[in-house]
C-alpha cells in the first residue's frame, strides 16, 4: 500500500497565524483526502483534492480557510488559515490508491495546538 | 449529524471476553470499511464490505455487512490487549463519488 509522509507532525501556534501541512506520497494518486479529527473521536472529512483542479469542500469547510493546493500527482498541502484555539485538532491527509475496495491509506497526522 | 453512529462510544472489557461493536445508519452504502487506530498514528483499514450479508473474518474479528447495506458490526472474539484502540466504521455512500464519511468511533480498552 501507499506510503504517505505528513509534515510536520505536531506544532504549537499563535492565534491569528497560519500553518501549511505537508503531504508526499511514495507514488501517483489521483484523489487526495484531507481530514479532522479531535483526540480519541472520529474524523471529519474536510475536503477532496484532484490534481489540477480546485478542491471540493464539505459542508461546513470553506476554500478561504483551508486552502488546499495539489500541484502533482504526489503531493499536497492544506492550510490552516487566521487560526483561532478552535481549530486545534489533528489533521490528517489520505489517499485511495487502489481502487475504494482497498481503502484509504493515511498519514500520521498533524497535531496542531493554537494558543 | 453524523451519517453513521457507532455503538457502544466507549467499552473496556478484560482479556478474554467477547465484544461487538456496532455501526449503524439510514443511508444505503456502496461499501462499508473498518479501521483501527491507535494513539499518534493515523487510522489503518481492516477490512472492505461490498455485499449486503457479507461476512469476514479476520483470525479473531468478524465483520458483517447488513442485508440492506445500511449497517455492520464487528464481534472480536477472546479480546487480547493488543486490541485495545479506536474502531472506526466509514461507508461510501451510493450515487456519491469515492469519498468515505467515517463513523462516531467506539474506544476499546482491553485490561489484562
Known amino acids: 500500500s501507499a506510503v504517505i509522509s505528513q509534515k510536520p507532525s505536531r506544532d504549537i501556534c499563535q492565534r491569528g497565524t497560519s500553518l501549511t501541512i505537508q503531504c508526499q506520497v511514495d507514488?501517483?494518486?489521483?484523489?487526495m483526502f484531507w481530514y479532522r479529527q479531535q483526540p480519541g473521536q472520529s474524523l471529519t472529512l474536510i475536503a477532496t483534492?484532484?490534481?489540477?483542479?480546485?478542491?471540493?469542500?464539505e459542508s461546513g469547510f470553506v476554500i478561504d480557510k483551508f486552502p488546499i493546493s495539489r500541484p502533482n500527482l504526489t503531493f499536497s498541502t492544506l492550510t490552516v488559515s487566521n487560526m483561532s484555539p478552535e481549530d486545534s485538532s489533528i489533521y490528517l491527509c489520505?489517499?485511495?490508491?487502489?481502487?475504494?475496495?482497498?481503502?484509504?491509506?493515511f498519514g500520521s497526522g498533524t497535531r496542531l495546538t493554537v494558543v | 449529524t453524523q451519517l453513521l453512529e457507532q455503538s457502544p462510544q466507549f467499552l473496556s472489557i478484560q482479556e478474554g471476553e467477547n465484544l461487538t461493536v456496532y455501526c449503524n445508519s439510514s443511508s444505503v452504502f456502496s461499501s462499508l470499511q473498518w479501521y483501527r487506530q491507535e494513539p499518534g498514528e493515523g487510522p489503518v483499514l481492516l477490512v472492505t464490505?461490498?455485499?449486503?450479508?457479507e461476512v469476514k473474518k479476520l483470525k479473531r474479528l468478524t465483520f458483517q455487512f447488513g442485508d440492506a447495506r445500511k449497517d455492520s458490526s464487528l464481534h472480536i472474539t477472546a479480546a487480547q490487549p493488543g486490541d485495545t484502540g479506536l474502531y472506526l466504521c466509514?461507508?461510501?455512500?451510493?450515487?456519491?463519488?469515492?469519498?468515505?464519511?467515517f463513523g462516531t468511533g467506539t474506544s476499546l480498552t482491553v485490561i489484562p
Open positions: 489520505s489517499v485511495d490508491r487502489r481502487g475504494w475496495t482497498r481503502g484509504y491509506t
Open positions: 466509514a461507508g461510501n455512500p451510493t450515487n456519491t463519488g469515492n469519498q468515505f464519511y
Open positions: 464490505v461490498v455485499t449486503g450479508g
Open positions: 483534492a484532484n490534481q489540477g483542479s480546485e478542491a471540493t469542500y
Open positions: 507514488s501517483q494518486v489521483t484523489m
